[in-house]
């Protein structure tokens, strides 16, 4: 099977074409940054370094983002709290619903108040638990001849 050299090179079809990686497509930059060489691929820029380029990028992300007007605002909030309201009148109404649906067949009695008490301690008497003789645990003595 032949191998046709033709359809080995890359790039602009000279000799040897293009590193890929290089950060060009056709002699046009791709906004990519070339590729390391191998022996810096494992090494880490310093921990400020990192944080600096961290915040920078969220800085330049920041100037992308399109902004809403003060009118897409302020419709966009009413829209929201439409739904929230409306969100609430519906909860209300089926919570309304089923408690007048248990009460009606004797599982929920909204009238009894009688609910048992839990009992609270008295802080003139409450103490923390002492520890007894069977949770201590056992000193080890050790003598050196």
């Not at 359809?7 to 950060?23: E, L, S, V, Y």
């Not at 609270?120 to 001849?145: D, L, M, Q, S």
């Amino acid at each position: 099977m032949a191998t046709d050299k033709k359809n080995m090179k890359t790039g602009d079809g000279k000799a040897g074409g293009k590193k890929i990686g290089d950060g060009k497509v056709g002699g046009k930059k791709t906004g990519r940054k070339p590729v390391k060489k191998a022996a810096a691929i494992g090494k880490k820029p310093p921990i400020h370094k990192r944080i600096g380029r961290f915040f920078g990028d969220i800085f330049n992300e920041l100037k992308r983002v399109s902004w809403p007007d003060r009118k897409q605002l302020f419709s966009s909030t009413a829209v929201i709290l439409a739904i929230v309201v409306s969100v609430v009148i519906f909860v209300f109404i089926v919570d309304t619903i089923l408690g007048g649906l248990l009460s009606l067949s004797g599982v929920y009695d909204p009238s009894n108040k009688d609910l048992p008490a839990l009992p609270t301690p008295n802080p003139a008497t409450f103490a923390p638990p002492t520890p007894t003789g069977a949770e201590v645990p056992p000193t080890v003595t050790t003598t050196v001849v």
